[in-house]
């Protein structure tokens, strides 16, 4: 899990201190109790971006780079798949071929 954006803390009279790591802000609360569900959930959340971002680029000139990458990537793998739908279809021709001259061969037939 990446290093967590809000930290609780207390203080000497028993007050809740919220800090935001990234932005440096600080919350104070009386009732430490209803924080803490709010506290992971802000955390988990916090992470849960951290990890989309190391998915994606840094920038949006990043991502769209990364997105026409993706683009001729997929193109490449279409080209191959029909690629190897042609080969597939001339082995089956292939095969037949050879069949016909199997049988023809075995019904005493000579080329």
């Known amino acids: 899990m990446s290093e967590e954006r809000f930290v609780v803390g207390s203080n000497e009279i028993g007050e809740i201190i919220v800090t935001d790591v990234e932005t440096g802000n600080v919350y104070r609360y009386g009732d430490i109790s209803r924080f803490f569900g709010l ?5 988990e959340q916090q992470s849960t971006i951290s990890q989309l ?10 991502n769209a780079k ?21 080969y597939a279809n ?3 021709k292939l095969n037949k071929e050879a069949k016909e001259v199997l049988d023809f061969k075995s019904l005493g037939g000579d080329y």
């Open 39 to 43: 506290i992971r959930l802000l955390n």
């Open 53 to 62: 971002q190391d998915l994606c680029g840094e920038s949006d000139s990043e």
């Open 66 to 86: 990364l997105r026409i990458e993706n683009k001729k990537l997929k193109a490449q793998i279409r080209e191959k798949e029909q690629d190897e739908q042609l």
């Open 90 to 92: 001339e082995i089956v």
